[in-house]
T-cell receptor, first 115, second 117 residues
Framework: AQTVTQSQPEMSVQEAETVTLSCTYD???????LFWYKQPPSRQMILVIR??????QNATENRFSVNFQKAAKSFSLKISDSQLGDAAMYFC????????????FGQGTRLTINP | DTGVSQDPRHKITKRGQNVTFRCDPI?????LYWYRQTLGQGPEFLTY????????KSRLLSDRFSAERPKGSFSTLEIQRTEQGDSAMYLC???????????????FGQGTRLTVV
């Protein structure tokens, strides 16, 4: 079975600075997707960024980018120019490319932005 | 609002009572997923539907849990004889799965927070 591990329960960063959230995963599959989801307090989970395993290029979405190291099974999220609205729980998630395609989540990292 | 909606947002029930939650997915989405999230943890998969067919159930889904998706539209999740360990956030997500690699990502509802007292 696939597993996702986030080793940082909490992180904090000064507003306008850059922060990196770590994620590692374990799988024997070759066809899969990786995601970072953001869950603000009492609000719904929203997708931040996704990465297809077959793509070598790291995904980027505005201030959010990933460092996808396939051989190391590492998938970190970098948030540049951190804003107060970035404060939330961040979950790394794995999804197989076939079958149920259910999401397997890590334990989450609580990100605090200091003004 | 064309997102995923869940009802109710909060439910407090006494141990032993039955509860039912509803999820309305994005209308064109053919897949619907239920997840459970306990405090401080990531969501865990419970079950999913492809249209009206329930295709997989997690071992987390005991026989006190039942889910339906009649006509492939909204879905209900019922918990019978609730226990304190059932207290959690129940999340619903939907997605569109086609015949190519270009599946949509899962869109989540705001969840139903269940408290069993």
């Amino acid at each position: 079975a696939q597993t996702v591990t986030q080793s940082q329960p909490e992180m904090s960063v000064q507003e306008a600075e850059t922060v990196t959230l770590s994620c590692t995963y374990d799988t024997s599959e070759s066809d899969y997707y990786l995601f970072w989801y953001k869950q603000p307090p009492s609000r719904q989970m929203i997708l931040v960024i996704r990465q297809e395993a077959y793509k070598q290029q790291n995904a980027t979405e505005n201030r959010f980018s990933v460092n996808f190291q396939k051989a190391a099974k590492s998938f970190s999220l970098k948030i540049s120019d951190s804003q107060l609205g970035d404060a939330a729980m961040y979950f790394c998630a794995y999804r197989s490319g076939k079958g149920a395609q259910k999401l397997v989540f890590g334990q989450g990292t609580r990100l605090t932005i200091n003004p | 609002d064309t997102g995923v909606s869940q009802d109710p947002r909060h439910k407090i029930t006494k141990r032993g009572q039955n509860v039912t939650f509803r999820c309305d997915p994005i209308s064109e989405h053919n897949r619907l997923y239920w997840y459970r999230q306990t405090l401080g943890q990531g969501p865990e998969f419970l079950t999913y539907f492809q249209n009206e067919a329930q295709l997989e159930k997690s071992r987390l889904l005991s026989d006190r849990f039942s889910a339906e998706r009649p006509k492939g539209s909204f879905s209900t999740l019922e918990i019978q004889r609730t226990e304190q360990g059932d207290s959690a956030m129940y999340l619903c997500a939907s997605s569109l799965v086609g015949h190519s690699r270009l599946n949509t990502e899962a869109f989540f509802g705001q969840g139903t927070r269940l408290t069993v007292v």
